[in-house]
């Protein structure tokens, strides 16, 4: 099994920011990329970033500028560090990493999300 752990989501005003950590353990052999999702009620899930193994980074053109995508390979974790926050930002986030088991398989894991509420 393979779970990935987020935190450091909230409510913050316009213009704030938020730092979301997310941590992979379980059954792990590497994580080639991992990423950050979001979802607002009724909408579709988005790609917000996403980073691989090797520190390329790619993000919404609504977030670039404002949202940065990091990762420490050595702690299996990935990093979203959100500044000029927007009620448009509002959203359930959700962490995601491309997983290869330590048997081999290729596994697809998200987090359980957190919450991210901007106000006006």
């Known amino acids: 099994q393979v779970q990935l752990v987020e935190s450091g989501g909230g409510l913050v005003q316009a213009g704030g920011s938020l730092r979301l950590s997310c941590a992979a353990s379980?059954?792990?052999?590497?994580?080639?990329?991992m990423g950050w999702y979001r979802q607002a009620p009724g909408k579709q899930r988005e790609l917000v970033a996403a980073?691989?193994?090797?520190?390329?980074?790619n993000y919404a053109d609504s977030v670039k500028g404002r949202f940065t995508i990091s990762r420490d390979n050595a702690k299996n974790t990935v990093y979203l560090q959100m500044n000029s926050l927007k009620p448009e930002d509002t959203a359930v986030y959700y962490c995601n990493a491309d997983v290869i088991s330590g048997y081999g398989g290729f596994l697809d894991a998200w987090g359980q999300g957190t919450q991210v509420t901007v106000s006006s």
């Open positions: 379980g059954n792990i052999f590497s994580i080639n990329a």
């Open positions: 980073i691989t193994s090797g520190g390329s980074t």
